[in-house]
């Protein structure tokens, strides 16, 4: 079956694909912390587009109430993180997998 899509028509922005759309408003539907979402994307699609043409998406400060702060906190997990880039841009998974793994299990303080 599958999840729904949150109800909130694409914007009409050339670089945000259908299948990019669905993926965001489906990712909606899936936890609290992305209810908002696609309204978020459609209120601020100039800050998102400035994370979707970055070279380096994964190391990117998220618009909005997604960023993370340098602290480590921020309202999404970094799993919740490589949840929304996938949908952004699913090329940069890889990176950004190895850098969750990197962070999980080295964390911040242990030498590596």
Same mark, same amino acid.
């Given at each position: /079956?599958?999840?729904?899509?949150?109800?909130? =028509?694409? &914007? #009409? #922005? #050339?670089? /945000?694909?259908?299948?990019?759309? *669905?993926? +965001?408003?489906?990712? =909606?539907?899936?936890? &609290?912390?992305?209810?908002?979402?696609?309204?978020?994307?459609?209120?601020?699609?100039?800050?998102?587009? =400035?994370?979707?043409?970055?070279?380096?998406?994964?190391?990117?400060? +998220?618009? *909005?109430?997604?960023?993370?702060?340098?602290?480590? #906190?921020?309202?999404?997990?970094?799993?919740?993180?490589?949840?929304?880039?996938?949908? +952004?841009?699913?090329?940069?998974?890889?990176?950004?997998?190895?850098?969750?793994?990197?962070?999980? /299990?080295? *964390?911040?303080?242990?030498?590596?």
């Amino acid at each position: /079956m599958g999840t729904t899509e949150k109800d909130v =028509a694409q &914007p #009409e #922005e #050339e670089w /945000m694909s259908h299948r990019m759309w *669905g993926e +965001l408003t489906r990712l =909606a539907n899936t936890s &609290p912390e992305f209810s908002s979402l696609p309204d978020d994307i459609v209120k601020d699609t100039k800050s998102w587009k =400035a994370i979707y043409d970055s070279s380096t998406p994964q190391k990117a400060a +998220l618009p *909005g109430r997604y960023h993370k702060s340098t602290s480590g #906190e921020g309202d999404l997990s970094p799993f919740q993180q490589l949840l929304l880039l996938r949908c +952004l841009r699913p090329d940069k998974v890889l990176p950004a997998c190895n850098d969750f793994v990197e962070s999980t /299990m080295v *964390g911040p303080s242990r030498p590596t």
